[in-house]
């Protein structure tokens, strides 16, 4: 499917209600929506804009959403019962979810959000001409990478190590973790991947960097951060590990550097 068939598809969007009294009456939209985890907050913000144009769950447009809880079998196995429902488009909210979704279906439309590589993870052809039956928003740029590194050195100046928390199996964990590396000399540091796929993981891994001085932590946007953000953020402090992260200023975070979802 073309760019412009896209646009003109989520276009649609604000224009069913009208098209659907004008032209259909009586036929009721339906949105997929597979999500990696419900702590993202993406899901709450996209309905509301739904109901602000007059789209209303169960009235004029059936809504069916999926949480994977950063659990890949879970999540391929909502992919497939949402893909069989047939919707008029889906809804992703990271690389892995549009992975799943494109082993389903090549035909129903999938518009994501939250990827931070598109074209390197092979979602897309290019960013002018996407190709394909998908389409989204990126919320990365490769600068972030040496920001994050430069930020953790501002407030821990002596900061000789940095462990790199990436989640196992993600599709954007190498990218990730190469624009760190190639920005750690700039900063004097080294870096090391730690490569996390559940709680037990993630603490092992903080636990055994702890041992050794003047370490710190850069926490890599994914699903499974998403799910134990509180989790990390408590073992940094405990370990006393100055860390930064893509988001969870709220929730206690030392300091974060990222998208701002609210604006979108």
Do not use: C
Request: no cysteine; net charge positive; charged share 20%.
């Amino acid at each position: 499917m073309r760019r412009r068939e896209f646009i003109t598809l989520l276009g649609g969007v604000a224009a069913w209600p009208m098209a659907a009294r004008a032209q259909q009456p009586g036929t009721m939209r339906r949105i997929a929506i597979l999500d990696s985890a419900k702590s993202t907050g993406d899901i709450a913000a996209f309905l509301q804009r739904l109901d602000a144009l007059g789209w209303r769950n169960g009235r004029n447009v059936q809504i069916e959403i999926r949480y994977g809880e950063s659990d890949i079998n879970r999540a391929r196995n909502f992919a497939a019962e949402l893909a069989a429902m047939k919707p008029d488009i889906f809804l992703a909210t990271n690389t892995q979810m549009v992975q799943l979704i494109q082993a389903e279906t090549h035909s129903i439309a999938i518009v994501f959000v939250n990827v931070p590589d598109p074209v390197g993870s092979g979602l897309v052809a290019s960013f002018a001409r996407p190709g394909g039956n998908v389409t989204g928003f990126t919320n990365f740029d490769p600068a972030m990478g040496g920001k994050w590194l430069e930020l953790l050195k501002d407030v821990a100046p002596n900061l000789k190590r940095v462990a790199v928390i990436l989640q196992a199996g993600n599709p954007t964990a190498a990218g990730f973790f190469k624009m760190i590396e190639a920005a750690a000399p700039m900063f004097a540091v080294q870096v090391k991947p730690a490569s996390v796929s559940d709680g037990p993981s993630i603490d092992a891994a903080v636990e055994a960097f702890a041992q050794e001085p003047e370490g710190g932590l850069v926490v890599a946007a994914s699903a499974l951060a998403a799910v134990f953000g509180d989790r990390i953020i408590a073992l940094a402090a405990r370990t006393r590990l100055p860390a930064i992260y893509s988001e969870f200023p709220a929730a206690g975070a030392l300091m974060s550097y990222g998208i701002d979802r609210k604006i979108y």
